[in-house]
């Protein structure tokens, strides 16, 4: 028997999933048992429920994956330091702390973290291989396009490629700074809400106002293309260089400073949540719609960040070019972990698939189970 333990963390939303000859044994997000949203930390809960699911120690694994490679991560600060040097000092120092002392060093903090009886190999995947893999491997489809969209992983803010039998293959790729999921955290930030946590508030906000500001984002922010890849004009954001989203440039475009946290929400914010969700919608159509040309595929699987965007993932169901879309319901960073666990079990190990209705994700209910019983002692006690 091989098992399989996948790991996301030391970003947001760590998690981890346990693989037995390719079925998902258990699976969770550390925020689930420590209560700290977004827990970024090693996630040690989640491995030792995932751990005792299966009634095994850390000593009984054969692989650990971890959902994306640091050294490559670091390479990009680096460079994007280099590159807006010495604007952005004060960020970069603050970053390089928590990388001298426990990214660089990953493989033998992980090592650690697993005990004394751990003696698996550890591999290390790209970050979208890790999502490409969480959305295709558990889908119904034998064969499906897949599409990939978050903040940023290594270097790829989006990916794009095709699933067949058991692998995957990614073969266009939008690269940082140039991004929708930080051009939406942008939005998000500007408009007063925490960034990789409030996007969704957002997104409950656009129907609320009109996207009058949309014309403003294509024409200033974003040059669009009709196949759906784009460029950002870096001049009004603040991202690669500050410790901030927006700069003042992208201020005084929409009137003023960012909204404070708590403080009261104006029609404007609305009006700006409705524009930015607007143009977030017009790309994921103008790459699904491209996707389907270049690989004529009727099915279509997502994963990343902004996949748990579902208004605009709606939108493509009903006016995009697939018959068919599955979704992977933790498509962001903690279902990293599950997509590093299938990827070396199916595509590193070349494991078959056995795709099958309604998926191969027991409709996600993977974490720990509480029964009546349970329920009742604890309220007694």
């Not at 751990?51 to 009984?60: K, N, Q, R, T, V």
């Not at 991560?73 to 990388?99: C, D, H, I, N, Q």
């Not at 106002?209 to 004009?233: C, H, M, N, Q």
């Amino acid at each position: 028997m091989t098992r399989i333990l996948g790991i996301s963390a030391f970003y947001h939303d760590s998690a981890a999933a346990l693989l037995q000859d390719g079925e998902i044994v258990a699976a969770a997000q550390e925020e689930r048992f420590s209560r700290v949203k977004h827990d970024a930390r090693f996630p040690a809960h989640a491995v030792e429920y995932c751990l005792s699911e299966a009634g095994i120690g850390a000593a009984d694994l054969d692989y650990v994956a971890f959902y994306d490679k640091p050294l490559v991560k670091f390479e990009r600060l680096l460079e994007t330091y280099a590159g807006f040097a010495p604007s952005g000092f004060r960020s970069f120092a603050m970053a390089m702390p928590v990388w001298l002392k426990e990214k660089l060093f990953l493989r033998r903090n992980l090592k650690r973290s697993l005990g004394d009886g751990f003696r698996a190999p550890l591999v290390f995947l790209d970050h979208h291989e890790s999502h490409a893999a969480s959305a295709f491997f558990p889908s119904p489809y034998d064969e499906a396009a897949i599409l990939t969209m978050d903040g940023v992983g290594e270097w790829t803010t989006s990916a794009l490629g095709v699933g067949r039998g058991n692998r995957i293959d990614l073969t266009h790729h939008l690269e940082f700074p140039h991004s929708l999921g930080l051009l939406y955290s942008a939005f998000t930030y500007y408009c007063g809400f925490k960034v990789n946590s409030g996007e969704y508030k957002l997104m409950g906000l656009a129907p609320y106002g009109r996207p009058v500001y949309a014309d403003a984002i294509r024409e200033r922010l974003i040059d669009l293309k009709s196949d759906g890849t784009f460029w950002l004009d870096m001049d009004y954001f603040n991202y690669c260089q500050g410790l901030t989203m927006t700069g003042e440039k992208f201020h005084r475009l929409f009137g003023g400073p960012p909204r404070s946290p708590e403080s009261e929400i104006e029609q404007r914010h609305m009006d700006l949540a409705a524009s930015i969700q607007s143009v977030t919608e017009d790309v994921l159509l103008r790459m699904g719609e491209d996707l389907h040309r270049r690989t004529k595929m009727r099915n279509l699987v997502l994963a990343g960040g902004v996949a748990l965007n579902c208004v605009a993932n709606g939108r493509l169901l009903r006016e995009g070019p697939f018959e068919s879309i599955w979704i992977q319901p933790a498509a962001g960073d903690a279902g990293g972990a599950l997509g590093a666990a299938m990827f070396v079990w199916h595509q590193l190990l070349e494991k078959p698939r056995r795709p099958g209705a309604p998926d191969g994700q027991r409709g996600s209910f993977l974490g720990p189970a509480y029964g009546g019983r349970m329920v009742e002692d604890w309220l007694r006690s």
